[in-house]
C-alpha cells in the first residue's frame, strides 16, 4: 500500500529550539509538499518542492525552511519555533506529468510549541 | 481569499440520508478534487473532475462540476456513521492546489 509517513504523530516543543518534521514517500513521487491546517483557516502551503534538492516557497513561508536531499524524504524546518507555529502539519507528495493527479497525503504531525 | 468555498460549513444528516456539499471557486482551473479528513488524522483524496467533465461517480460519491458557474458538488448516497468527517475540495490551477475550509460532516446513527 502505497504511502506518505510522517515521522511523528505528536511533538512539544520549547519556544526557541529548531525542530525537524520529516516526511517520507515511497511512491517515487516527483512533487512534495508541507501544509500547516489551523481552525477556521483550512490548509495553507508552506513550503513545495518538485525535484531532489529544489524548493519553492508557498504562501506563508516565514519562520520555516526545508530540505530536500533525497527524492523520497522533505523535511520540514523550524529554524526557532515560536508559540504560533502551534498546528497541524500536514505532508502530502503528488505525480508530476500531464495527466491530472491528487495528492497523497501523510497522517499529520501536531506540534505543540511551549 | 480562498479559490474554493464550501458550503455548508456543516451538515448533520440521519444515516442512511444523503448528503450533499458544494464548492465555489473564482478562477480557471485544471481539475477539482475532493478530499476526506477523518479528526486528527490526514486527508484522503476521494476523487478528482477534470475541467472537461461534468459528472464523476465513484462508489457512492458522485461529483458534478459547472465550470460556467464555477462550482461543484459532492453527493454522498446512502451516508453511513462511517462517513462522518470533514470534506474539502481543492482547486487545482497552474501547478498550484488551494483547499477551501472544508464541510464538517455528522451522520447520526
Given at each position: 500500500d502505497v504511502k506518505v509517513t510522517q515521522s511523528s504523530r505528536y511533538l512539544v516543543k520549547r519556544t526557541g529550539e529548531k525542530v525537524f518534521l520529516e516526511c517520507v514517500q515511497d511512491?517515487?513521487?516527483e512533487n512534495m509538499f508541507w501544509y500547516r491546517q489551523d481552525p477556521g483557516l483550512g490548509l495553507r502551503l508552506i513550503y513545495f518542492s518538485y525535484d531532489v534538492k529544489m524548493k519553492e516557497k508557498g504562501d506563508i513561508p516565514e519562520g520555516y525552511s526545508v530540505s530536500r536531499e533525497k527524492k523520497e524524504r522533505f523535511s520540514l524546518i523550524l529554524e526557532s519555533a515560536s508559540t504560533n507555529q502551534t498546528s497541524m502539519y500536514l505532508c502530502a507528495s503528488r505525480r508530476t506529468g500531464t495527466a491530472n493527479y491528487g495528492y497523497t497525503f501523510g497522517s499529520g504531525t501536531r506540534l505543540t510549541v511551549v | 481569499s480562498q479559490q474554493g468555498e464550501e458550503d455548508p460549513q456543516a451538515l448533520s444528516i440521519q444515516e442512511g440520508e444523503n448528503a450533499t456539499m458544494n464548492c465555489s471557486y473564482k478562477t480557471s482551473i485544471n481539475n477539482l478534487q475532493w478530499y476526506r479528513q477523518n479528526s486528527g488524522r490526514g486527508l484522503v483524496h476521494l476523487i478528482l473532475i477534470r475541467s472537461n467533465e461534468r459528472e464523476k461517480h465513484s462508489g457512492r460519491l458522485r461529483v458534478t462540476l459547472d465550470t460556467s458557474k464555477k462550482s461543484s458538488s459532492l453527493l454522498i448516497t446512502?451516508?453511513?456513521?462511517?462517513?462522518t468527517a470533514s470534506y474539502f475540495c481543492a482547486t487545482d490551477a497552474k501547478d498550484k492546489v488551494i483547499f477551501g475550509p472544508g464541510t464538517s460532516l455528522s451522520v447520526i446513527p
Amino acid at each position: 500500500d502505497v504511502k506518505v509517513t510522517q515521522s511523528s504523530r505528536y511533538l512539544v516543543k520549547r519556544t526557541g529550539e529548531k525542530v525537524f518534521l520529516e516526511c517520507v514517500q515511497d511512491m517515487d513521487h516527483e512533487n512534495m509538499f508541507w501544509y500547516r491546517q489551523d481552525p477556521g483557516l483550512g490548509l495553507r502551503l508552506i513550503y513545495f518542492s518538485y525535484d531532489v534538492k529544489m524548493k519553492e516557497k508557498g504562501d506563508i513561508p516565514e519562520g520555516y525552511s526545508v530540505s530536500r536531499e533525497k527524492k523520497e524524504r522533505f523535511s520540514l524546518i523550524l529554524e526557532s519555533a515560536s508559540t504560533n507555529q502551534t498546528s497541524m502539519y500536514l505532508c502530502a507528495s503528488r505525480r508530476t506529468g500531464t495527466a491530472n493527479y491528487g495528492y497523497t497525503f501523510g497522517s499529520g504531525t501536531r506540534l505543540t510549541v511551549v | 481569499s480562498q479559490q474554493g468555498e464550501e458550503d455548508p460549513q456543516a451538515l448533520s444528516i440521519q444515516e442512511g440520508e444523503n448528503a450533499t456539499m458544494n464548492c465555489s471557486y473564482k478562477t480557471s482551473i485544471n481539475n477539482l478534487q475532493w478530499y476526506r479528513q477523518n479528526s486528527g488524522r490526514g486527508l484522503v483524496h476521494l476523487i478528482l473532475i477534470r475541467s472537461n467533465e461534468r459528472e464523476k461517480h465513484s462508489g457512492r460519491l458522485r461529483v458534478t462540476l459547472d465550470t460556467s458557474k464555477k462550482s461543484s458538488s459532492l453527493l454522498i448516497t446512502a451516508s453511513r456513521a462511517a462517513d462522518t468527517a470533514s470534506y474539502f475540495c481543492a482547486t487545482d490551477a497552474k501547478d498550484k492546489v488551494i483547499f477551501g475550509p472544508g464541510t464538517s460532516l455528522s451522520v447520526i446513527p
